[in-house]
């Protein structure tokens, strides 16, 4: 420092003689500097024209600030080996006797994003290994991070993630933003970050990472994760399975820790148990997908659906084919019955499990018949009942039933009530919400069609071939039932019906 007036001699000083200790790193290179005599001299240096003096500011500030470590009380015992793993800066603790310090950061960052706001970020890039950032604290402290490792939002919010990550204090979360601290995580942080600190503070992390799968080159920054087991260790994703049919067990694959859900482990790219089981219940044929579906499945289904407009449309359909297939009774059945929604083959399948129509015929499908109805949309034939169904679309995935009902027995519980009568059993669940098919389908009004359709389904039996009965059960008992019965002098059909008709609900 120079001292001296006009008419003495000038001589150098050293800071530590003039300043505290504790102030000699705060000393501000600020325009006007010197006053002698009432004559103004000029340092030649400006926060204006020269911004790497805020930067410079900045650093030492940030740099008097004492090292976060476990010694103080303020986090995890791994603290050491996440800054060995990362080789990170260790994060920086203001404490009551230095929070001015704080207010030095935010004054300094206030010019850096006024004065200089197109250059701000640039500015500080030599700095983005330093813990500079003030973030919130689960205690009477504020923390200092690096920009890699702070962010002004949170997903997890901040205290899940100490001593990791830090969000920033909010009074001061627009100053961050506009130099530079991202608004969320780095994801490429958190991958680096999520072994290092065992395994509770890893599942804040899975979770944080897994809410930024949106993020342009997400999947790619997957490839070095390792991610927490069940098994109590760290393993690379692609080994990793999600436990989302815990009935049955996972065998002898790694799952992900049970504490982050089946969602956020999907997002991170785990496989699935219940796709793997799915996979041991497919048919195997060559030809067939199996569990798959076809790709224009939907507009498939719609153009079938075009064609049925009247509310007996599908009966008649079904009446028809049945026939010519050579089965001699049909029944139709309006269930309310509710069957569990756990282990079932897909978690969305949990809607099927309520209110269905069911299709009860006494004769057996053949084998032809079942391959056929995987080739819905595929065959240049036209499909019938007889040898696949137009509806077999209902069907265009079939499973070994004895391996689908070990694997997942909800899924077959519907069943279980028909089976041992019926060799056939096709079941529709009626729709619990708008979809691209659709709207909603109540049962009340299903049961009003049904009982309109029955009254008249007599008809239906004049002409058949092989059908003989026709019967239609609601949820309280029959609705109808048909007989047909061969006249020998006019081989015709005579038929007769019985009714039992229920009180509709109100």
Known sequence: MLEGGVTSLHTLK???????????KFV?????????DGNLLKAKRSVSNEPEVLVSQLEAIARAMPEYSDSRGLGSS???????????????????KVTHHIEDIEVVLKELASRHKGTAEQLLKKLSDLAYVPCQSDGPTTLLFSPKHAACSSAQGPRKLLPAFGVVLPQIQQLAWATGTPKWMHVEALVDAIPCFG???????????????????????LRRLKVPTNSKQFLPIEHVYINDAQWKGAGDVQTLDDRISHDHGQKLGCKSVRERLKKECEDGTEDEDAFGQEADLVDQV???????NDKSDVVTEFVQNTDDFGATELTFVLSDEKFGTKRVVDSRCAALQGNAIYILSNKELREEDIKRMQRVGRSAKSVDFASTGRFGVGMNVFYRYRK??????????????????????????LRTRKSELGEKVELASVEN???????????????AKSLQKLRFQGPRGVVTEHTAVMTTKSNVNSIKSSSRLYQMGS
């Open 78 to 96: 791994s603290w050491n080996q996440f800054v060995g793993c990362l080789r990170s800066p260790r994060v920086r603790v203001a404490d009551l």
């Open 449 to 463: 069609d049904l009982r309109a359709v029955s009254a008249n389904a007599f008809s239906m039996l004049l002409f």
């Open 199 to 221: 395994m509770d503070l890893a599942i804040a992390l899975c979770a944080e990472l897994a809410e930024q799968a949106d993020v342009e080159g997400f999947a790619r920054s």
């Open 302 to 308: 719609k153009l079938i659906l075009k064609d049925y």
């Open 404 to 429: 689908l009902e070990e694997m997942f027995p909800d899924s077959v519980q519907p069943f279980h009530s028909y089976i041992d009568d019926y060799p056939v059993v096709f079941r529709l669940p």
């Open 14 to 24: 050293s800071l530590a003689t003039v300043f505290p200790a504790s102030e000699s």
């Open 28 to 36: 501000w290179a600020v325009e006007n500097t010197l006053d002698v």
